[in-house]
């Protein structure tokens, strides 16, 4: 299933309190309906966007999973990668990533979820809760203003040496500016 979501605003607070819009459009995912089904979104209220994930796994997802984030900023009119990393939940606690980027996103994301970032992934439904970015975020300290493109996808290797079961694809461009206040 491909969703396409077309333009979205997100207000949050800078530490020095002058206001950061994020603009997302592009959102686009797909679930292999063979592990899961259900829908990820982004949503508002009171001029706040989150994003949010309401997703039930079928099946035990267990052995490898590799987790690549891909993060692009435009730099000069061309894009430079930031992130693009392979992650093995089922042997590295994404908290505990070497990459300031990634870690800093799943210590940010415990926060929203009701599952841990680690594999084996037990069959049952798997939430993320109105995910968003306060003043307090530390990304907002690693990540300058400019445009983005983010893709996150995840492969399940069953046993060592299978082919890669794609699980989900997430691809969003994003702009994140300082708006006047």
């Known amino acids: 299933m491909l969703k396409r979501c077309v333009l979205f605003v997100l207000l949050v607070q800078l530490i020095d309190k002058s206001v950061a819009v994020v603009r997302f459009e592009n959102l686009k995912y797909e679930l292999n309906k063979d592990y899961m089904h259900g829908n990820i979104f982004i949503k508002s ?16 997802v267990e052995g490898s999973v590799i987790i690549t984030p891909h993060v692009q900023h435009l730099v000069k009119g061309e894009y430079h990668t930031m992130v693009n990393i392979d992650l093995d939940t089922c042997k590295v606690d994404p908290v505990m990533s070497e990459n300031a980027i990634v870690r800093t996103i799943a210590k940010e994301s415990t926060k929203f979820i009701n599952f841990s970032l680690m594999c084996p992934y037990n069959p049952g439904r798997y939430l993320l809760n109105d995910f968003t970015l306060d003043s307090e975020s530390p990304l907002l300290k690693l990540i300058p203003n400019g445009k983005y493109k983010m893709e996150l996808k995840a492969h399940h290797y069953p046993t060592p040496g299978s082919a890669p079961i794609m699980l989900f694809m997430y691809s969003v461009d994003f702009e994140l500016y300082a708006a006047a206040s």
Do not use: T
């Not at 209220?45 to 035990?60: H, P, R």
């Open 45 to 60: 209220q009171n001029d706040k966007y989150s994003f949010g994930a309401d997703v039930e796994l079928a099946k035990k």
